[in-house]
């Protein structure tokens, strides 16, 4: 997972917004409205929000088509479950606040997180139509509202590249656990990726060191960097593979630069 920026709310999305919560709100008064109460009209966004992650999901990083993926709530719309016996009303009023809207791959959105939105320990929930952030601090990482890198990081254990809380980071392994980034599918995904397209670059860069020709090293290297593009997959994996292949002090002694990953955004 890297940040995400997002661009200006599309124009189709306000007279959606102010139709909808009228409608809704009447719901409310009568009771907690359901998922299928809030309805589905927030996929007038769903073509944009694709196209500025880069046709990427927003947690796991993998390739996503727009007709078979998903809309993502950050804060869920319909339930709230706490993680903690307690399941509170979800945030209705936020269903069509641009702010609060992402795209996600089906698993990640309706087989790991699904009403999943647990809090800090002393955050106060939102009431009803309170805007965020409030004195809420949620335990799952937003990624267009901090970086994950600096909270989840790639590791090799040996048998699998697995993601785990950077520098034992609390917040980085409960979203780990809360969007099942760590699932069998994944993993076996994870691995090809390192196994097929950054042990063969950084091979080379090896290589080319080994021969002491600088102008291979840095071709071979602006090769390992276009792995870090926004438009490429599993970025953040790619990050930490690259420095696990290429250390620091290798990278130091032949002027290599290793960037943060990039913001992905339209």
């Known amino acids: 997972m890297i940040r995400i920026q997002r661009g200006p709310e599309p124009a189709a999305l306000a007279p959606v917004r102010a139709a909808e919560l009228l409608r809704v709100r009447t719901i409310t008064a009568a009771g907690k409205p359901g998922s299928d109460a809030i309805g589905q009209e927030y996929s007038v966004v769903k073509r944009e929000l694709w196209t500025q992650q880069s046709m990427r999901c927003c947690y796991c990083e993998g390739q996503i088509q727009c007709d078979y993926s998903d809309v993502e709530h950050f804060r869920p719309k ?6 903690n016996g307690t399941t509170d009303i979800g945030y209705w009023w936020l269903a069509w606040t641009w702010e609060n809207l992402l795209f996600s791959c089906a698993i990640c959105n309706r087989s790991a997180k699904k009403d999943l939105f647990p809090l800090e320990v ?4 939102l009431l009803p139509e309170e805007q965020p952030p409030g004195k809420e601090v949620p335990t799952l990482i937003d990624p267009c509202g901090e970086d994950p890198v600096e909270s989840i990081q790639f590791v090799f254990d040996g048998t699998h590249w697995q993601p785990v809380g950077r520098n034992g980071s609390k917040r980085g392994q409960r979203t780990i656990e809360i ?31 080994g021969s002491q020709d600088e102008d291979a090293i840095r071709q071979a290297w602006r090769r390992v960097r276009g792995l ?6 599993f970025v953040a994996l790619s990050f930490d593979a690259i420095n696990h ?18 913001v992905r955004g339209p």
């Open 78 to 83: 319909a339930r709230a479950d706490r993680q």
């Open 122 to 125: 002393g955050s106060v929930p």
């Open 179 to 209: 969007l099942k980034l760590g699932r069998a599918d994944l993993l076996t995904i994870y691995d090809a990726h390192v196994r097929d397209h950054v042990e063969p670059r950084t091979e080379a860069v090896h290589e080319a060191i």
């Open 245 to 262: 292949f290429v250390p620091e002090d290798v990278r130091k002694r032949w002027g290599l630069e290793l960037p943060r990953p990039p």
């Open 228 to 233: 870090l593009s926004p438009r490429m997959p």
